[in-house]
């Protein structure tokens, strides 16, 4: 049977102010099929279906819909020619219920009848093979139900081409392929549907057929059942690309960060944090596993001394056996108190007690390298903000979720971002921007962040280049721990790869990596490792190297077991 | 269905996207003609209201010049041109540290006004009990010590308890004015509760000119607060601060201390213009000593997007407008209200001009003439 089609474009080219996001794009979707479209990010992906959903208006080309030229100006003019688009991010009112969300805004002449609604809403759910109590608030709902609702509100207002917009990024494994069925089962229906995606094992799971963007072109559509990943990832990216992170095994994992009982509060008093207690190895990375939102950003926060936690301890190992003591983070008195308790020994491990020896030649006897700690360093970081946490001499780096609003400065550019950390140094009152400047360019040069130079405002730069100049200035900080957040979040495959380079070459030199990831087959091949949490606990901790999505999967959805199991 | 077929084929009218970018250049022309068109405008505005001007079409002429006059037409008008741009600078430069800390300080009015009280309080109790130059000193310790106090009141309550800045500086004006009123009451207690001019305290007269050291000082001034925003360990916690908070908690400032502590500079510095009204030509106090300049300072600043020296000019420019309208209010025998006018159609354009600099505007057919452009 000759498969009809739904959707053409012809020619579609979009401009933003220089730039080219979309160059002559055709495009052909069938009724019946879902099509993956696939590319890394700014590619142009999102610019081409907003385009067709009416966000945006193309500046050259034609969109036909069932062979007839048609004007798309609005997201209304999409709906009244059957298309629908599910956004990345829920457009949802948190206080209305399902069915109210799905009817709001909706013209239709008529009274209100809420029960006809939730009846016609459940009606779609049960045709679909949804889940979903049209009478629930948003607010009481997980991000998988709050898709759901999404959905039924453009399947509602009869939608028959569907585009999806990563739809999957914020979803467990078992909900990706219960979103997986639902859509097989609308295909059979006979809508159109379009997923926009960069994950490769997705689109090989889902899709028909793959249209490859790359830099705004479209390079090629495939079936999907005619190719493999390696191809398409060479398609992609515009050249062969090794998809293999190579994991060492750890070397002399030793603990450098305890986490101990950790509770902690937010400003509405919720606890965001339950008993955390865990310990993250120097020259291993530890993946931290979750849903968004089940704590990780706060465990990071409260670690890095920018949540005060209200108890518990942060234990820190400071390396520091057999290395001579210097007067950079501690003073002279700190100095004497820490050789009256036995902390010091000479190179030939006797005792160093400083007893009956006048300041100068304690500072002569220290500043000769010759005076050694016995033991590492402990430091209890809790109740420290960053500021103190650095004055003990502690390197702890941090990469946090939030780039731009958070890591760094937008409307800064590089060599004063780079100053984030170290503009205290030396000068009196004045800064010091000759080493900040060095630096950056040296960032520049060895991470290849694409930039017009060293004065560029950040914000200008690309998501990934962006990431590159962060990674690279709390690595340049030579940490002991490394803790990242989502660091690839947004990032095109070579950034990714790149971060996932310099993150185990951290490990390899011994520095205690912590990572927060989303994609869970990075975090299978990256980490050693994987702590999992939810709802503010930890339900888990696996090993990387032997444990399953669907066991981590069922982890992240885990929530009370433990207290019931206390129970009984 | 009848609307989308009339829709058929036709792009929107008109649509705006931001700029990526603008050359320098490409936004100083956007400027200037933007201030050309202000000036066009106010012609035709002239020649709708101003009686003289519409009786003779060929007056239009003069009717611009006098703009030029009020300011340049003799050597006293240049120097109270000079005199009144550097106080007004100096209020805009004392806001400028606040606000690139994206604290939103409207009570310059106010922290000028206890500036200019202050000074002149010691010049009541001490003037002329002891010698001048130290009179002098007095003066100018008071002047910035409650221009200080006044901002670091709001500057206190927002770190702490996060109060509305905007409000509580703003409501700080009127109690500087009932302060002035009620001292005025205790000053002069017969009559008309005016103030005469001190005799005391007034700032040094170099070369014959009573002008050139307010304006000396300001320009000093410029150059510092310069320095201390774009070279100083202290100016970098201020952007790092007003561009995010939470950068700042990240890499461990204390937003808290910036925030008093930059108040305090900006309250200090208010003071300081204060005592260059008190000292340096009114020597004498009332509830309108400041005269809305502490508002016009926002505009001046924010004109002059928070950067010294650019603050320069627009003061300059903001200066020459006022004096320019209050010459032709006197040469046309006009209300001092159509001035105004004149004034805010001028300012209408650069502000408005703003908006070109931030947006590119497309009309219908502009992408395939662009399309045509990129293949040739």
């Known amino acids: 049977m000759e498969k009809q089609i739904a959707l053409q474009l012809r020619g579609i080219t979009k401009r933003f102010g220089p730039v080219l996001a979309n160059k002559h794009v ?98 779609i759910a049960e045709r679909y093979g949804f889940h979903l109590d049209p009478a629930k608030k948003i607010y009481d709902m997980s991000v998988s139900e709050k898709q759901t609702v999404e959905i039924i509100k453009v399947l509602y207002r009869g939608a028959d081409i569907l585009i999806l917009d990563e739809p999957t990024a914020v979803l467990t494994p078992q909900e990706i392929t219960r979103l997986f069925d639902v859509l097989r089962r609308m295909k059979e229906d006979g809508k159109s549907i379009i997923i926009i995606t960069h994950k490769l094992n997705e689109v090989l799971e889902v899709s028909d057929r793959v249209a490859i963007l790359r830099r705004g072109e479209h390079i090629a559509t495939v079936n999907t059942d005619e190719t493999n990943e390696a191809e398409l990832t060479e398609m992609m990216v515009g050249r062969k690309i090794s998809l293999n992170i190579s994991r060492s095994a750890p070397v002399n994992a030793v603990p450098r960060l305890e986490v101990k009982d950790l509770n902690l509060f937010d400003k509405e008093g919720i606890q965001v944090l339950k008993d955390i207690t865990f310990t993250a190895n120097g020259g291993e990375i530890l993946g931290i596993a979750g849903i968004a939102g089940s704590g990780q950003r706060q465990l990071l926060e409260a670690i890095a001394g920018l949540q005060p936690a209200a108890d518990g301890s942060v234990l820190f190992y400071n390396p520091k056996k057999d290395r001579p003591v210097t007067f950079y983070h501690k003073s002279l008195k700190k100095v004497k108190e820490m050789a009256a308790q036995g902390a010091f020994h000479d190179r030939n491990l006797n005792d160093v007690s400083f007893r009956g020896m006048r300041d100068k030649a304690i500072r002569k006897w220290v500043e000769s390298g010759d005076v050694l700690f016995r033991e590492d360093e402990e430091m209890n970081l809790r109740g420290k903000d960053p500021l103190e946490i650095r004055q003990l001499g502690i390197h702890l780096s941090f990469v946090p979720e939030d780039r731009l609003g958070m890591g760094l400065v937008g409307s800064m550019d590089i060599t004063d971002n780079m100053m984030l950390r170290s503009y205290r140094k030396g000068h009196a009152g004045f800064l010091d921007r000759k080493k900040p400047k060095e630096q950056a360019e040296e960032i520049i040069r060895e991470l290849q962040v694409v930039t017009p130079g060293v004065s560029t405002p950040v914000r200008r730069l690309s998501g990934g280049n962006v990431q590159k100049v962060l990674v690279g200035r709390e690595i340049a900080y030579a940490p002991k721990v490394l803790m990242a957040a989502y660091p690839v979040r947004g990032l095109d495959i070579g950034a990714s790869y790149t971060i996932y380079r310099l993150l185990n070459r951290q490990k390899e030199s011994g520095v205690a990596v912590m990572f927060v990831g989303e994609d869970l087959d990075v975090l299978l091949e990256l980490c050693d490792r994987i702590m999992v949490m939810n709802g503010g606990r930890i339900t888990g901790f696996v090993d990387a190297r032997t444990t399953t999505k669907e066991e981590i999967g069922l982890l992240m959805v885990r929530t009370e077991q433990r207290e019931e199991e206390a129970h009984e | ?180 009123s009620y001292f005025l009451v205790i000053w002069v207690p017969s009559g008309s509760s005016t103030l005469g001019k001190l005799k005391n305290g007034r700032l040094p007269i170099i070369a014959d000119n009573e002008n050139i050291l307010i304006v000396l000082i300001v320009v000093a001034l410029t150059a510092a607060l310069y320095i201390y925003l774009q070279y100083t360990k202290h100016g970098y916690e201020i952007s790092v601060v007003g561009e995010s908070v939470r950068t700042a908690r990240y890499i461990g400032i204390n937003e808290r201390k910036v925030i008093i502590r930059t108040m305090i500079l900006s309250g200090m510095l208010c003071g300081l213009a204060g005592y260059l009204i008190a000292a340096g030509s009114d020597q004498t106090v009332t509830t309108n000593s400041v005269g809305g300049q502490g508002f016009t300072g926002i505009m001046v600043a924010w004109l002059g997007k928070f950067n010294p020296l650019a603050m320069l000019l627009t003061s300059a420019l903001i200066q020459l407008l006022n004096q320019g309208a209050m010459q032709i209010s006197k040469d046309f025998g006009v209300n001092s209200s159509l001035t105004s006018v004149i004034i805010g159609i001028i300012l209408f354009f650069i502000i408005g001009s703003e908006f070109f600099i931030n947006y590119e505007v497309h009309f219908r057919g502009h992408a395939k003439k662009a399309a045509r452009r990129a293949i040739k």
């Not at chain 1, 385009?51 to 709906?79: C, H, N, T, W």
């Not at chain 1, 990345?88 to 109210?100: P, R, T």
């Not at chain 2, 041109?81 to 600078?89: E, G, P, S």
């Open chain 2, 1 to 180: 269905m009848s609307n989308l077929a009339r829709a058929e084929g036709r792009e929107p009218l008109i649509h705006l996207s931001k700029r990526a970018g603008i050359s320098r250049g490409k936004a100083w022309s956007i400027r200037i003609i933007a201030v050309l068109l202000g000036i066009l405008v106010c012609g035709i505005a002239a020649f709708l209201l101003i009686e003289k001007v519409q009786n003779n079409p060929e007056k239009i002429g003069e009717f611009y010049g006098t703009f030029i006059k009020g300011s340049f037409s003799t050597s006293r008008k240049f120097w109270k041109f000079l005199k009144n741009t550097a106080v007004l600078l100096c209020i805009s430069l004392a806001l400028t540290p606040a606000f690139r800390m994206r604290f939103w300080n409207t009570g310059g009015e106010g922290q000028t006004l206890v500036g200019v009280l202050s000074a002149i309080a010691v010049n009541f109790y001490l003037g002329g009990k002891i010698p001048e130059g130290i009179l002098l000193i007095l003066m100018l310790l008071a002047a910035l010590a409650a221009g200080a106090l006044w901002g670091v009141i709001p500057a206190i309550f927002r770190a702490k308890w996060g109060t509305n800045e905007t409000l509580f500086t703003l409501m700080m004006n009127y109690i500087a004015t009932y302060l002035v």
């Open chain 1, 26 to 123: 055709d495009l052909d979707v069938y009724r019946g099929e879902i099509l993956a479209v696939l590319g890394e990010n700014g590619c142009g992906k999102t610019t081409l279906m907003n385009m067709i959903s009416g966000i945006y208006y193309p500046d050259e080309g034609q969109i036909l819909i069932d062979g007839k030229e048609v004007v798309i100006r609005s997201p209304k003019d999409a709906f009244d020619h059957r298309i629908g688009m599910i956004h990345q991010h829920f457009k949802l009112v948190d206080l209305f219920s399902a069915a109210e969300n799905i009817v709001l805004g909706l013209e239709k002449k008529g009274r209100y009848n809420l029960k006809e609604i939730n009846a016609e809403v459940a009606k």
